[in-house]
Every structure is written in C-alpha cells, then in structure tokens.
C-alpha cells in the first residue's frame, strides 16, 4: 500500500484526476514483457506496476524505488513532470 494507511490511501485515489481500471485480460499481455520481467528481478511486488503503465501507455511511472528509478530511467521518475501532471 505505498507505506500508508487504508484511510492515506483512499485519500490519495480520491485525489486523482484520472483512475485507469486495468482488467486482467488487458493487463496479461504484458506479463511476460522484458521491462517487467527486469522488474521482478529487482522487486517481484513492484513488477505488476511496470506491467500496468505499459497496459495504458502511461509515459512514466511514479516510484521512490531507488532501484527501479535506476532500471528504468526512461519510464520511472520521482516527480511527475510538469508538461505531463
């Protein structure tokens, strides 16, 4: 839960501008993608997220994970930025 309460977390989604609901038969083709295979090695729980961004086409994904930030220079970043927030 991104190290934070239900309540945190809840808080957070209703803050969204926009919520992309993945079905799992959307989201199954990208299981076996390289990027998220090389995800998984480096943190198996943080690999469903590399696989969602690249479901929707998203052009980053937001993570502190120092490791993942350095895997994934192109597509993970700390702050959204701002041309596309």
């Given at each position: ?42 943190d198996p729980d943080d690999a469903i997220y590399v696989a969602a ?12 994970d120092k490791e993942m930030l350095n895997a994934f220079p192109s ?11």
């Amino acid at each position: 839960m991104a190290d934070c309460s239900p309540a945190t977390l809840r808080k957070r989604i209703e803050n969204l501008r926009s919520l992309n609901v993945i079905e799992d038969r959307n989201l199954d083709p990208f299981l076996g993608s390289p990027l998220v295979s090389r995800a998984a090695a480096i943190d198996p729980d943080d690999a469903i997220y590399v696989a969602a961004a690249l479901a929707v086409g998203a052009d980053c994904l937001w993570t502190r994970d120092k490791e993942m930030l350095n895997a994934f220079p192109s597509l993970a970043v700390r702050i959204v930025p701002r041309s596309q927030s």
